[in-house]
């Protein structure tokens, strides 16, 4: 038999529980898999020692939450190994169940270790009723579609650089809940962010006339008929037509 070499891995053993936490997004506890170990331990079947458990630095449980909660259970020393460099996006892709994990998900993980850009994503994206993508380009970008940056979000580099501004496109954007109800949509809301851009485009004006004549806004299927849509409506009952982007 070929020669065994030994690993320069270390296993470590706690009874401290409090210092390992659980990742927001990972796969659910499942109380009747954790009854089924806690059973097969109490039956001699003790592998623990064996089959750590996978944390980072920061003692996010990375896989074995099953085996944890049953060590937490029947009151064992919990054994594990430390992978330091696992990053959360990783920490997704290498879980059996990634494809649970939802961008939100990705959004809660960070907000659990403190980066309080994602708090401030959660909060406006909250506040707004927002698809997450619109959110994160607003703030990322100061625009509605930018760069795709779903993909910097889950690697922890979002940054809400444009807080203001975007808070403020969206006070405007909610002028118009009265007369649309998707006025959240993403092409309504490109559709806004030009004409608000636009020197010819009084939004006092364009609300006072939707108030007035009790007009509504109705679905379109891009940006572009939402602009002659919305122009249609600001020119209702003019005797002159007037460009407004």
């Given at each position: 038999m070929?020669?065994?070499?030994?690993?320069?891995?270390?296993?470590?053993?706690?009874?401290?529980?409090?210092?390992f936490r659980f990742l927001h997004g990972n796969r659910d506890l499942n109380t009747a898999k954790v009854n089924r170990i806690a059973e097969s331990v109490q039956?001699?079947?003790?592998l623990f020692r064996y089959c750590p458990i996978m944390v980072n630095k920061d003692g996010y449980?990375?896989?074995?939450?099953?085996?944890?909660?049953?060590?937490?259970?029947?009151?064992?020393?919990?054994?594990y190994v430390i992978v330091p460099d696992f990053t959360l996006r990783?920490?997704?892709e290498m879980n059996q169940n990634a494809s649970k994990w939802k961008d939100k998900d990705y959004v809660n993980c960070y907000i659990d270790t403190g980066n309080i850009h994602y708090v401030t994503l959660r909060?406006?994206?909250?506040k707004y009723q927002l698809n997450l993508g619109i959110a994160v380009s607003l703030l990322m970008e100061g625009k509605v579609k930018g760069i795709r940056r779903i993909d910097i979000m889950r690697d922890g580099l979002f940054k809400a650089t444009f807080l203001d501004s975007a808070t403020k496109f969206m006070e405007v954007a909610r002028q118009f809940r009265d007369h649309f109800e998707s006025y959240r949509s993403r092409n309504f809301?490109?559709?806004?962010?030009?004409l608000t851009a636009s020197k010819e485009f009084n939004l006092t004006e364009f609300i006072d006339k939707l108030n007035l004549h009790s007009l509504?806004?109705?679905?379109?299927?891009?940006?572009?008929?939402?602009?002659?849509?919305?122009?249609?409506l600001y020119n209702y009952r003019n005797s002159k037509r007037?460009?407004?982007y």
């Open positions: 070929e020669k065994e070499n030994l690993s320069s891995l270390q296993v470590y053993f706690s009874s401290d529980y409090g210092k039956n001699g079947l003790d449980i990375i896989d074995g939450q099953h085996r944890f909660a049953a060590c937490r259970e029947l009151k064992m020393k919990v054994f990783q920490i997704a909060e406006f994206t909250d809301l490109q559709a806004l962010e030009i509504k806004i109705e679905n379109r299927q891009s940006h572009k008929e939402y602009l002659t849509h919305m122009e249609d007037k460009r407004i």
